[in-house]
T-cell receptor
Framework: NAGVTQTPKFQVLKTGQSMTLQCAQDMNHEYMSWYRQDPGMGLRLIHYSVGAGITDQGEVPNGYNVSRSTTEDFPLRLLSAAPSQTSVYFC???????????FGPGTRLTVL | AQSVTQLGSHVSVSEGALVLLRCNYSSSVPPYLFWYVQYPNQGLQLLLKYTTGATLVKGINGFEAEFKKSETSFHLTKPSAHMSDAAEYFCAVTASGTYKYIFGTGTRLKVLA
């Protein structure tokens, strides 16, 4: 049981490049979410999903896309990277909204 | 809509002293409240949560929190700090009918020898 896995752990992009951050869970959780963590700002919700085929926006969705084709996977796409997207990104999953969220180890992204 | 405020971005306590980390929430419906801890270069892990029932909630590593509706608070306490408690602590809120978790800005706890 691997829990929540994220790849890559580190990534450096140039402004305008695109990339996908991968997230997978093997706990059969319905709820998955993406957060970004910036100093002094805590974790801010980017997008979330309540099940395969269902996604919705969080607090800071601009510049990011998601899809959920399977229960296990919830990739986050940066369409055209900007320096303001330099951050640490965490993926999390849980059975439902009132349940414990399990977090991945994070991806540290730098956009030059 | 829900929101959460953590008072004090940095808290220092001596080893063996009481730990008190403050969290106040705002919610128009009964909230679900959580405390998570983050150790350096790691993801977050759950300390404790309140959904319904008993308002005094006990968590891992000797931490507990009390849900006080009249004060809209969910403060985290531990009677005696240990060096291993040094970490960043986040309060979070959500509620039935929403799928959005809102996290506070975090409190970094330093434990002094």
């Amino acid at each position: 049981n691997a829990g929540v896995t994220q790849t890559p752990k580190f990534q450096v992009l140039k402004t305008g490049q695109s990339m996908t951050l991968q997230c997978a869970q093997d706990m059969n959780h319905e709820y998955m979410s993406w957060y970004r963590q910036d100093p002094g700002m805590g974790l801010r919700l980017i997008h979330y999903s309540v099940g395969a085929g269902i996604t919705d926006q969080g607090e800071v969705p601009n510049g990011y896309n998601v899809s959920r084709s399977t229960t296990e996977d919830f990739p986050l796409r940066l369409l055209s990277a900007a320096p303001s997207q330099t951050s640490v990104y965490f993926c999390a999953s849980s059975m439902g909204v009132r349940d414990t969220q399990y977090f991945g180890p994070g991806t540290r992204l730098t956009v030059l | 809509a829900q929101s959460v405020t953590q008072l004090g971005s940095h808290v220092s306590v001596s080893e063996g002293a009481l730990v008190l980390l403050r969290c106040n929430y705002s919610s128009s419906v009964p909230p679900y409240l959580f405390w998570y801890v983050q150790y350096p270069n790691q993801g977050l892990q759950l300390l404790l949560k309140y959904t319904t029932g008993a308002t005094l909630v006990k968590g891992i590593n000797g931490f507990e929190a009390e849900f006080k509706k009249s004060e809209t608070s969910f403060h985290l306490t531990k009677p005696s700090a240990h060096m291993s408690d040094a970490a960043e602590y986040f309060c979070a809120v959500t509620a039935s009918g929403t799928y959005k978790y809102i996290f506070g800005t975090g409190t970094r706890l330093k434990v002094l020898a």
